[in-house]
């Protein structure tokens, strides 16, 4: 064990090391950019709207009325320009004829013997209004959320330049597991397995390899045979250096290095980042399930953001109601609902209170918040709150 880097640190670290080995950029299809970031800035390829655009249902008139009605304009045409007296029928999102002097609303027309009159606006889109031709919209850097995709789609893209998804996969230790039936006779069920791979937002995961054998020939090839196919390799257990903890040497017998190697944070004490002599990278989780919950929230989330060329994720805030103690000289990530209150069954073994939390209230080291302090709030991937 080597002297514990801070927390904050921790997340900086992880982040930086993935920023540093994100892939190349490629053009991708929408589904594949989502979640990345831009990797270029986001232009548009033709004016949008391309063409004026109606904005509501009514008709579109030229001149002064009233205005005989002659036809219907309806989206997806090319209309004919409009005569000054005459009235066309037109559906929301359709172009708007040349020569239209106003838009009469649907519900603000009167009909009569084949002539509409009402009061008339230009309700409707000019082309351009939006973009023109090769403007930027968007900055490299930008997330890919679903508001760029529908942005992008709409500006004529078909693609974004991007970086890919990192390929994950989750490596879980330990003789004592079981995948299947209840705890007993010494043996526990298996948490990690079912839930780490749903925590690794943002990356392509593969599936899980384990329960491993507590020995260093099977971890050594459990985690070549991760490595084969996965950029980030997630293992649970066995960061310890107790009897039956076997990753810190077969990290060494693969020729792995630390990128970090403990962290100063309670729970989840201890976790570890190393990187191959290829470029992977290797998240070494604690066994207990809220501890590992913690290393993903402290190192993996961070990684995977950088490996896709987002910012490091950003921490919400809530106003405690109540004292939360410190853990002195550690960070202290303790649970919280949304009303900052503190959950029971919050113990490292623990999956109870972290099922309705908000997240972590990020109580700094030689510290202790009282109830009312408003402070950092560290959330769970894939966990709305």
């Not at 994100?22 to 990797?39: D, Q, W």
């Not at 109540?322 to 113990?347: M, N, Q, W």
């Amino acid at each position: 064990m080597t002297d514990p880097i801070t927390w904050a640190d921790a997340r900086e670290t992880a982040w930086a090391a993935g920023y540093a080995a994100k892939p190349a950029p490629a053009e991708l299809p929408f589904a594949e950019a989502a979640g990345s970031a831009l990797a270029a800035p986001l232009t548009a390829v033709s004016d949008l709207p391309a063409f004026p655009t109606s904005a509501v249902d009514g008709w579109a008139v030229a001149g002064t009325g009233p205005w005989r009605i002659g036809g219907e304009v309806l989206a997806g045409h090319v209309p004919e320009p409009l005569a000054s007296g005459a009235a066309v029928k037109i559906a929301t999102g359709a172009q708007v004829p040349e020569g239209t002097d106003g838009l009469i609303r649907l519900e603000h027309g009167t009909v009569e013997d084949g002539y509409v009159s009402g009061p008339t606006d230009r309700e409707w889109r000019e082309a351009g209004e939006e973009a023109r031709h090769g403007e930027e919209l968007m900055p490299a850097g930008t997330p890919v959320t679903p508001p760029v995709i529908g942005l992008a789609a709409a500006a004529g893209h078909l693609t974004l330049p991007a970086h890919g998804r990192p390929r994950a996969r989750v490596v879980v230790f330990g003789d004592e597991l079981l995948t299947s039936g209840v705890s007993g006779k010494g043996r526990i069920r298996d948490a990690l397995g079912p839930m780490v791979p749903h925590l690794l937002v943002g990356a392509d995961v593969q599936a899980s390899i384990g329960p491993v054998a507590d020995t260093l020939e099977a971890h050594v090839a459990a985690l070549r045979e991760a490595l084969a196919d996965a950029d980030v390799v997630c293992t649970t257990g066995g960061t310890m250096v107790g009897p039956v903890d076997h990753l810190h040497a077969a990290l060494a017998e693969i020729g792995a290095e630390y990128v970090l190697n403990t962290v100063a944070v309670r729970p989840g004490f201890p976790m570890l980042l190393a990187r191959t002599a290829d470029g992977k990278f290797i998240a070494g989780l604690p066994g207990n399930p809220q501890s590992a919950v913690i290393a993903v929230v402290t190192v993996v989330a961070p990684l995977l953001a950088g490996l896709r060329g987002l910012p490091l994720p950003p921490l919400r805030t809530v106003e405690l109601a109540e004292d939360v103690p410190g853990r002195g000289s550690f960070t202290h990530l303790a649970l919280v609902d949304p009303a900052g209150r503190r959950l029971a069954h919050h113990g490292s073994a623990m999956l109870r209170g972290l099922a309705g939390a908000a997240g972590f209230a990020v109580i700094p080291p030689d510290d202790a918040a009282a109830a009312g302090t408003v402070v950092d709030l560290a959330t769970v991937p894939g966990v709305s709150s």
